[in-house]
């Protein structure tokens, strides 16, 4: 007895919100109703009570399924906390019933699995999985192609390029796992990797030999700097070191004598890898000798005596030269334009000169304002009031007339040349009043030029420490200083040249040293060098570049072993339902031009894969030529076909269909329903539809029971109104 569903009960899962409970007791169900009502719901919560995450995620082959986040193909509804579904199965043996839950976000601690089995048992978690993977024997691949048509498999055929139907045949057939680890292996560019990591490690081996020419060439060099100097091949070496170091402490100690100074304690190093520090500690105290020398310590206070007295000797001059140039340009003022005195005298004389004019205005004013209002009187006036004075009341002939003509003859004339006499003046005493402020500004800088210098010989006198008076040029008293200070350092130089060149030799020593040093450091590092090769390090690394290369074969060879197997496989499917695809083909179309539908498949040279070929009776490839019609009645004849051979691989005594009408006309349809009565003979059907010409056929062109389900009002925050009939 193959196994079928008895009933199945969802809660929270999809569209539903409510538990909802349905019963599969005939052979053929039908779901029926609208888009987004909930039908497809119904067929994917019994794949994923049965499969769990195995229905979700990139590797299932299906579409809607793939995504993460906001994206993702949810399990719970949005409404819910939890999504529950409990599917009853009726077998040889007896009931068995699956439940599985999942808890929005708990992950994995939210997921749970239970069954119960026909003796009253129940399996958990892990032990339930495989209770449930034993009892179905079909992986959730060969479920997705002979029991559960997806409605997305056949869209995709009908909708897909020809260069992408293998794709999908590959999913029709169940062949996506072996697709996705042939996509996993171009992926991976192991390739790629392989050369990346050789180039790399090739890269390593040139970087040594480089460096062992570059140090050997550096230590060719400085070998010949030491013969250079005195040293023989047989000299390179430490015992030479050490030795130039006890010489270099004696000489240090002689020195120091002969300065009748005390040595700082130097201790001679007790390798060669100590030189560096026995270097910079003889170093210091040859400058620490030199610094304290008693010659040397006054040529430096006589040097920095020097140096003082030249920059004040400079600014002295260059103050003298501030305060000439001042003097010059005051002097070259009064030149022009006078003293201070006589600036101040021509001010005054402006503005006396100026009061007896504004005198004058106003004695001539009066006159003229009474003129002026007597003209606009008698211009106001009427006709036979214009020659009446408006001062006196007497009538005078052409009265206007001879006050406009004294105004313009003698008043007028007299106040605009007083005014402009005025104004002439007024610009003199402006230009006086500015020149006596320029005096006043370079009298001022004069005397500012004065003080610096004043504060220039003071500065002179505190370092000479000798007063200095009006009739001194300290500019030749520092010409006479810096002189005498020149005459001793030359007396010094030369006391001091034979010190120089016993701490000349003994810093030649240092350098010496410094070579022997330098030369050891490059022996070591070539060593240090040419033994990377021995390291179990780079021992290492040949060992990864070997794995590597096998790891490649390996993978070339997986990767011609899964396409073998995936070939094979798809070859043995097509065999094994190949009469079944081909009548299926032909009755659902019914295409006269059809007498045969072949199905070949051959390695794909592009892309490694599954390449289909379909030809007809005359080897033709009808693909191109097909309707949508046609080619989602082949995608239906393939699933089909499939499913009925399926038989005997797995006890699954069940078909569920998701729309499987699309593109059909109605007579392709009806002859579909037939073809699906037959299979009601061996395993119960269910069929989600939204055609109600489809839903017409099924319940006219079924033989056998059916249950009819009519789905409607879904609503994201409710579940959908199912009402039943028989």
């Known amino acids: 007895m193959m196994l079928k569903i008895k009933a199945i009960e969802i809660e929270g899962f999809r569209g539903f919100t409510q538990k909802t409970s349905i019963e599969f007791e005939n052979p053929i169900t039908l779901l029926y109703g609208g888009n987004h009502q909930g039908k497809s719901s119904v067929l994917n919560a019994i794949e994923w009570c049965l499969y769990g995450d195995e229905c979700i995620g990139e590797k299932t082959g299906i579409r809607e399924r793939v995504g993460t986040g906001e994206m993702a193909w949810r399990v719970v509804n949005d409404n819910s906390e939890k999504a529950q579904v409990k599917l009853e199965i009726e077998g040889e043996q007896g009931g068995f019933t699956i439940t599985r839950i999942e808890v929005r976000g708990r992950g994995k601690k939210g997921k749970s699995i239970k069954m119960s089995l026909p003796d009253g048992t129940e399996k958990e978690g892990y032990e339930g999985d495989q209770e449930i993977a034993k009892l179905l024997r079909v992986s959730f691949r060969d479920f997705a192609t002979t029991v559960?048509?997806?409605?997305?498999?056949?869209?995709?055929?009908?909708?897909?390029?020809?260069?992408?139907?293998?794709?999908?045949?590959?999913?029709?057939?169940?062949?996506?796992?072996?697709?996705?680890?042939?996509?996993?292996?171009?992926?991976?560019?192991?390739?790629?990797?392989?050369?990346?990591?050789?180039?790399?490690?090739?890269?390593?081996?040139?970087?040594?030999?480089?460096?062992?020419?570059?140090?050997?060439?550096?230590?060719?060099?400085?070998?010949?700097?030491?013969?250079?100097?005195?040293?023989?091949?047989?000299?390179?070496?430490e015992k030479k070191?050490?030795?130039?170091?006890?010489?270099?402490?004696?000489?240090?100690?002689?020195?120091?004598?002969?300065?009748?100074?005390?040595?700082?304690?130097?201790?001679?190093?007790?390798?060669?890898?100590?030189?560096?520090?026995?270097?910079?500690?003889?170093?210091?105290?040859?400058?620490?000798?030199?610094?304290?020398?008693?010659?040397?310590?006054?040529?430096?206070?006589?040097?920095?005596?020097?140096?003082?007295?030249?920059?004040l000797k400079s600014r002295y001059e260059t103050q003298c030269g501030n305060l000439k140039s001042k003097e010059k340009e005051l002097r070259g003022f009064e030149r022009e334009n006078g003293n201070r005195g006589k600036i101040g005298n021509k001010i005054r004389k402006a503005v006396e000169e100026i009061e007896i004019i504004d005198k004058e205005i106003k004695q001539t004013s009066p006159k003229a304002k009474l003129i002026q209002e007597g003209i606009s009187i008698l211009e106001s006036a009427a006709p036979s009031d214009a020659g009446i004075c408006p001062l006196c009341g007497e009538k005078v002939s052409n009265l206007l007339?001879?006050?406009?003509?004294?105004?313009?003859?003698?008043?007028?004339?007299?106040?605009?040349?007083?005014?402009?006499?005025?104004?002439?003046?007024?610009?003199k005493k402006t230009n006086f009043e500015r020149l006596k402020k320029e005096h006043v500004r370079l009298d001022e800088d004069t005397q500012r030029e004065k003080e610096r210098l004043k504060k220039e010989i003071n500065n002179i006198s505190e370092f000479l420490h000798k007063e200095l008076g009006?009739?001194?040029?300290?500019?030749?008293?520092?010409?006479?200083?810096?002189?005498?200070?020149?005459?001793?350092?030359?007396?010094?130089?030369?006391?001091?040249?034979?010190?120089?060149?016993?701490?000349?030799?003994?810093?030649?020593?240092?350098?010496?040293?410094?070579?022997?040093?330098?030369?050891?450091?490059?022996?070591?590092?070539?060593?240090?060098?040419?033994?990377?090769?021995?390291?179990?390090?780079?021992?290492?690394?040949?060992?990864?570049r070997t794995d590597v290369s096998n790891l490649v074969r390996n993978v070339e060879e997986l990767n011609e072993i899964v396409k073998s197997c995936m070939l094979k496989e798809a070859e043995e499917k097509i065999n094994s339902a190949r009469i079944?695809?081909?009548?299926?083909?032909?009755?659902?179309t019914n295409n006269p031009a059809f007498q045969t539908l072949n199905i070949k498949v051959e390695e794909d040279k592009r892309t490694g894969g599954n390449f289909y070929i379909f030809e007809d009776q005359d080897g033709k490839r009808p693909i191109p030529i097909l309707s949508q019609g046609d080619l989602n009645s082949l995608a239906l004849s393939i699933f089909l076909g499939l499913s009925k051979t399926s038989g005997d691989s797995h006890p699954l005594g069940f078909v569920l269909m998701d729309d499987p009408s699309q593109s059909l006309d109605p007579q392709q349809k009806d002859r579909l329903v037939g073809i699906l009565n037959e299979l009601s003979d061996i395993k119960n059907i269910t069929v989600s539809t939204m055609d109600p010409e489809l839903q017409q056929f099924l319940k006219d062109g079924i033989t056998k029971v059916k249950t009819i389900y009519k789905f409607s009002d879904w609503a994201p925050d409710s579940s959908p109104k199912i009402s039943k009939e028989i």
């Not at 040029?473 to 030369?494: C, F, Q, T």
């Not at 079944?580 to 659902?588: A, E």
């Open 148 to 237: 559960y048509q997806h409605q997305e498999t056949i869209h995709d055929f009908v909708m897909q390029k020809p260069s992408e139907q293998s794709d999908v045949m590959d999913r029709l057939l169940g062949l996506s796992d072996y697709r996705n680890i042939l996509d996993g292996i171009n992926k991976s560019n192991i390739l790629k990797v392989q050369k990346e990591f050789v180039e790399e490690f090739n890269k390593l081996q040139i970087r040594v030999r480089e460096t062992i020419k570059i140090r050997q060439k550096d230590l060719d060099d400085k070998r010949g700097r030491a013969k250079e100097k005195g040293l023989s091949e047989e000299e390179l070496n």
């Open 241 to 311: 070191l050490l030795e130039l170091a006890e010489s270099t402490i004696k000489d240090i100690g002689n020195f120091a004598q002969q300065l009748g100074l005390t040595t700082t304690a130097i201790s001679p190093p007790s390798d060669w890898e100590n030189t560096e520090s026995f270097i910079t500690d003889i170093k210091n105290e040859c400058n620490r000798l030199w610094a304290e020398s008693p010659d040397v310590k006054e040529q430096s206070e006589k040097q920095t005596k020097r140096s003082e007295m030249i920059s």
């Open 401 to 427: 007339e001879h006050l406009r003509k004294e105004w313009e003859e003698k008043i007028k004339a007299q106040i605009q040349e007083l005014k402009k006499r005025q104004v002439e003046l007024d610009k």
């Open 470 to 544: 009006i009739r001194d040029d300290p500019a030749a008293i520092l010409s006479i200083e810096i002189k005498n200070i020149d005459s001793r350092l030359k007396e010094i130089e030369d006391a001091i040249k034979s010190k120089r060149s016993k701490i000349d030799a003994i810093l030649e020593k240092t350098n010496i040293m410094n070579l022997l040093y330098d030369i050891l450091l490059l022996k070591d590092k070539l060593e240090e060098i040419n033994q990377i090769e021995r390291t179990d390090e780079y021992q290492t690394q040949e060992k990864i």
């Open 580 to 588: 079944l695809i081909d009548s299926y083909f032909r009755r659902i």
